[in-house]
């Protein structure tokens, strides 16, 4: 099957999520794990890098899904950034810019990230 | 004596007919000077025992006996002899007076009571002499029983030549014939194999039994002499009787100071010599479990049990391997934090490492061994593998002051080899009955999907309606169905066509009950509500009670008022819906979020609803990404632009054609690769003016478009 991994990376507090290849159902449930720990650790900050994303099916897309809610209880986000044109376009089809915050670059994110936090304060 | 080949019922008969005659006959001569009698008596005493012993013979050569019984059988009898030689003359006397008196002038009570006796032990003496030849025969490796029959031969001439014992001058005969029967008797008495088939601690016991045995043969033997009351009675009634236990006294004797002295050796390795045929029977035990044994964890189980036989050890576990940690299991005599503060020390650096090897460890210098509840000493770990390829570990420890030596070492690892192989063998059933399993979910979903689409396409006077449904091996969770909706059209047709596509995410049996769901959602929904917004929000709130966080629906629903001739759609994060018209594509797009995604108002305020005027020759297709993202070889995707104008191309064409030539192109683009979602079409082509129908297609009077396929 089409190969996929991630990799984390922590940077001022929030923590980063590279996604390289394609994921799919089955895939999916590496990603899954990915945040049930970060979650468990109480990152709640995360930012999904998507440069290296080739695909996304559905049950991909229903990951984001699956924690959002609970990650928002916690006053954190996931924020999604530098998706290529036809991952965005999956995400725009059905209607996810409107629930999550899409930016175009990671800085962008992390940016945000550390805005609200002083606002917060 | 086997070729006497006599029924078994026969020598029950005969025996009891000798007996018969013996009686009769002591009635009338209890005991004789006279040759001819004395000979008589013997011949009578020999046919009526020999008989009983074939007898019982037989009854013994059924069974399978174990050598302890026996010795302890034996033991018991010659007990029994002991107790009523020693009291004999004490007892016996009590009932028949001075016995040389009585024997001199037996009355009949005394023949009647004496027979009896006689006949009882008798009796005892052939069970000893048969428990003798079943010794004989354990483990003999040798058929031939030629020694032993050539012995029992003489022990018969040795008892029968004592009817010269009133000739003082042949005493030589009966003499050298008991010199041979000695002889015989050591010679037989010198392999004794089956004391090496017992395990250690009955070679213990049976050092002691056989002292004890020993000694009763022995002190049975010198007290049977003349003096002997119990003796007296049984020479006078039958001398070769009399003869023939002495004999087998003899026989006694030697054969259990010999077992003595055998069993004495043998202990020594008697330990090796259990474990070995411990390790063999386990192995044996556990090779032809592993074809049974399905379970992992039963087999884990198993494992450790047979670990711990094999390799004397006191505790033992498994180390599991498994995607990124360790899992610890099986655990057999060992706590798991004992058995996890082990692991740990032994894996502290080479952790993890395919060290290729069973190696062994020392808990001496173990920091932490304090903590433990058990001392455990020493530890051999031994690697499980399956293809070359490193599972885990198999580990057991020892307390105290033991340490692990070569014999050990080398059982735990063939057994290891053993336990890879089942281990292997358990991942492969597993996994095959995995994908079986999977196979059929697979087929079970695919006809709930074949049931809950429609069966066949509606037929309109102003649209014709064509859809085609292929679906993927994992069944992708497409839906698309047809609503009529009641209104005032002539002919008595619906006034209004809903039709919804959708798309549930995930894959298989799961994405299969969703799309059941949405049907039924839709279906009733359809018959209430005309406005697509409307349909869709209140689908979206009713999929809250069902819907997992994870999952959604994308869809989009649309009306086709006949009347008005106005299609009204909304799109719920589903693929555009395309409307060909005059040569060209557009995407009717209104804003939308998919089902489920949102359950609060940001779903129904970005809902939007788009109308649109339907014109002569309209296209409106509705597909899922199951075409746009079909792949080929090099995992391109098939993509809007090509689907695009391919409906542009075959636009003139009625509905049934436009779609077999999508279908044809997306075939002929994927080639051999596989399909990896469900692919849905369909396409509506909008025909009001019937009679000025281009291609000059001849109009049916009834003004229906005519279907192919």
Request: with cysteine.
């Amino acid at each position: 099957m089409a190969e996929f991994s991630t990799s984390i990376k922590d940077q001022s507090g929030v923590s980063v999520v590279y996604l390289n290849g394609y994921l799919d159902a089955h895939t999916a449930p590496m990603l899954e794990s990915n945040f049930s720990e970060l979650i468990s650790g109480g990152k709640f900050k995360i930012v999904v890098n998507f440069k290296d994303l080739v695909y996304i099916s559905s049950a991909g897309l229903g990951v984001f899904m699956a924690f959002i809610e609970k990650i928002r209880e916690n006053e954190g986000d996931i924020k999604l950034t530098t998706m290529n044109d036809k991952v965005y376009n999956i995400f725009d089809l059905l209607g996810f810019p409107l629930l999550y915050e899409i930016y175009k670059t990671e800085d962008d994110a992390i940016k945000k990230f550390v805005e609200t936090d002083k606002l917060g304060k | 004596m086997r070729t006497l080949k006599i029924e078994h019922n026969i020598k029950l008969q005969l025996f009891l007919l000798f007996v018969v005659i013996l009686f009769v006959y002591k009635i009338f001569f209890y005991s004789s000077d006279s040759f001819l009698l004395n000979t008589l008596n013997e011949i009578i005493v020999f046919f009526a025992f020999l008989f009983l012993a074939l007898y019982a013979n037989d009854v013994f050569a059924s069974k399978k006996f174990n050598p302890m019984s026996l010795v302890m059988n034996l033991g018991i009898l010659n007990a029994i002899l002991f107790l009523a030689i020693t009291f004999s003359d004490s007892f016996l006397t009590l009932i028949f007076g001075k016995v040389s008196d009585t024997l001199k002038n037996p009355n009949i009570i005394f023949s009647v009571l004496s027979f009896v006796y006689v006949t009882i032990f008798a009796a005892i003496i052939i069970q000893m002499f048969l428990i003798f030849k079943e010794f004989y025969f354990l483990n003999q490796k040798r058929s031939s029983s030629v020694y032993f029959n050539t012995m029992v031969f003489f022990f018969l001439l040795a008892s029968v030549s004592s009817v010269f014992n009133l000739f003082p001058d042949l005493s030589y005969i009966k003499n050298t014939f008991v010199i041979i029967s000695v002889i015989l008797i050591v010679i037989n008495s010198i392999r004794i194999s089956w004391i090496a088939f017992i395990v250690k601690k009955e070679k213990i016991s049976l050092l002691l039994l056989s002292v004890i045995i020993c000694t009763l043969f022995i002190v049975n033997l010198v007290n049977s002499t003349d003096t002997n009351t119990h003796h007296r009675i049984f020479n006078e009634f039958s001398g070769s009787l009399g003869a023939f236990f002495r004999i087998l006294m003899i026989y006694g004797s030697v054969y259990f100071a010999v077992l003595f002295f055998t069993t004495l050796f043998h202990i020594p390795t008697a330990e090796a010599f259990d474990r070995k045929a411990q390790e063999v029977s386990s192995l044996q035990y556990f090779s032809k479990l592993i074809t049974r044994v399905l379970d992992f964890d039963e087999l884990a189980e198993t494992v450790t049990d047979i670990a711990l036989k094999v390799s004397n050890a006191d505790a033992a576990w498994i180390i599991w391997k498994e995607e990124k940690t360790l899992r610890q299991l099986a655990h057999k005599n060992i706590g798991y934090l004992d058995a996890e503060l082990i692991t740990s020390y032994i894996f502290r650096e080479k952790f993890l490492k395919d060290t290729g090897t069973l190696f062994t460890e020392s808990l001496r210098k173990f920091e932490k061994r304090s903590q433990l509840n058990e001392q455990y000493s020493a530890v051999a770990i031994t690697p499980l593998k399956t293809h070359n390829q490193l599972r885990g570990f198999l580990v057991v420890a020892k307390k105290g002051d033991f340490i692990f030596d070569d014999e050990d070492k080398s059982a735990i690892n063939t057994f290891s080899d053993y336990a890879s192989v089942a281990i292997e063998n358990s991942r492969l059933l597993e996994e095959s009955i995995e994908k079986e399993r999977l196979e059929k979910e697979l087929d079970v979903a695919r006809e709930i999907q074949r049931k809950i689409l429609p069966a066949k396409d509606p037929v309109f006077d102003k649209l014709a309606v064509s859809s085609v449904f292929i679906p993927a091996f994992e069944v992708g969770g497409d839906y698309y169905d047809f609503f009529e909706i009641e209104g005032n059209m002539p002919g008595g047709q619906a006034g209004k066509f809903g039709f919804i596509i959708a798309d549930v995410s995930g894959k298989g049996i799961s994405a299969a009950f969703i799309m059941a769901e949405v049907k039924g959602i839709f279906e009733s929904l359809s018959k209430t509500i005309e406005s697509p917004k409307e349909i869709l929000t209140k689908a979206n709130q009713i999929l809250k009670r069902s819907l997992d966080r994870k999952n959604f629906v994308s869809a989009a629903y649309g009306v086709i008022d006949f009347e008005k001739e106005i299609l009204s759609i909304a799109r719920a994060g589903h693929c555009p819906v395309l409307l060909v018209r005059e040569g060209k594509v557009e995407n009717i797009r209104p804003m939308g979020i998919g089902l489920g995604l949102n359950y609060g108002t940001q779903f129904q305020t970005s809902l939007e609803e788009t109308e649109i005027d339907l014109k002569e020759n309209d296209l409106i297709v509705l597909y899922t990404d199951g075409i746009t993202e079909a792949k080929n070889l090099e995992m391109e995707d098939f993509g809007e632009k090509k689907f695009e104008n391919i409906l542009i191309k075959h636009s003139g064409k009625n509905v049934d054609e436009i779609s077999n030539e999508v279908i044809k192109e997306i075939t002929l683009f994927s080639k051999q690769g596989t399909q990896h979602d469900d692919i849905t079409l369909v396409i509506l082509k909008w025909k009001h003016k019937i009679k000025n129908v281009s291609l000059g297609e001849v109009p049916s009077p009834d003004g229906m478009e005519k279907k192919n396929g």
